[in-house]
């Protein structure tokens, strides 16, 4: 079975400072995972997804995020916020040609200070 | 991309009624999702929603309490039965376009916030 915890509900970090959200991930198969990010009072938008090509995927809006098998982990970060920034961020898994299944984790709230 | 749209965004409810739920596409989709999100919880997948054949639901919800419709390959209703306070959530409406895996996407729905009084 799959699973997804991020780590920390709420992150707050300063305009300009690096963002990073935690995301680990169980899987008894190779999984695909994604990133998307709810913006207020707006649907969920896709970030960045890993289908097993590069480890490293870059996203939207200046995000990347690392796929580390060995410490089952797919943090997603980006090198400066920006106030647009503020949004919560879903992590989520789903088994490799599942479609639509997508496990979630609970989300991070990022908020971005001036 | 698909863009989608959901009615209502959001409404309140008294215990006991039912609230149907449409979601619309801008193109032709074959597999349309529901998901549920409870107050400080993650997305739970309800049911997969495919034209011409019946909802597949997920473990834990069934179709008499969360009944779907998929007319066309561009609509679907989700309906709320015999509410109460537990149901209040956002539900989601999804779909997946493209082909093959590296090219495939989900896309989701605003979301319709229900509060169950």
């Known amino acids: 079975a799959q699973s997804v915890t991020q780590l920390g509900s709420h992150v707050s970090v300063s305009e300009g400072a690096l963002v990073l959200l935690r995301c680990n991930y169980s899987s008894s198969v190779p999984p695909y995972l994604f990133w998307y990010v709810q913006y207020p009072n707006q649907g969920l938008q896709l970030l960045l997804k890993?289908?097993?090509?590069?480890?490293l995927v870059k996203g939207i809006n200046g995000f990347e995020a690392e796929f580390k098998k060995s410490e089952t982990s797919f943090h997603l970060t980006k090198p400066s916020a920006h106030m647009s920034d503020a949004a919560e961020y879903f992590c989520a898994v789903n088994v490799r040609g599942s479609q639509g299944n997508l496990i979630f984790g609970k989300g991070t709230k990022l908020s971005v200070k001036p | 991309s698909a863009v989608i749209s959901q009615k209502p965004s959001r409404d309140i409810c008294q215990r006991g009624t039912s609230l149907t739920i449409q979601c619309q596409v801008d193109?032709?989709?074959?597999?349309m999702f529901w998901y549920r999100q409870q107050p400080g919880q993650s997305l739970t997948l309800i049911a997969t929603a495919n034209q011409g054949s019946e909802a597949t639901y997920e473990s834990g919800f069934v179709i008499d309490k969360f009944p779907i419709s998929r007319p066309n390959l561009t609509f679907s209703t989700l309906t709320v039965s015999n509410m109460s306070p537990e149901d209040s959530s956002i539900y989601l409406c999804?779909?997946?376009?493209?082909?093959?895996?590296?090219?495939?996407?989900?896309?989701f729905g605003p979301g319709t916030r229900l509060t169950v009084l």
């Open positions: 999804s779909v997946v376009s493209g082909q093959g895996a590296r090219e495939v996407k989900q896309f």
């Open positions: 890993y289908t097993s090509a590069a480890t």
């Open positions: 193109s032709q989709v074959t597999m």
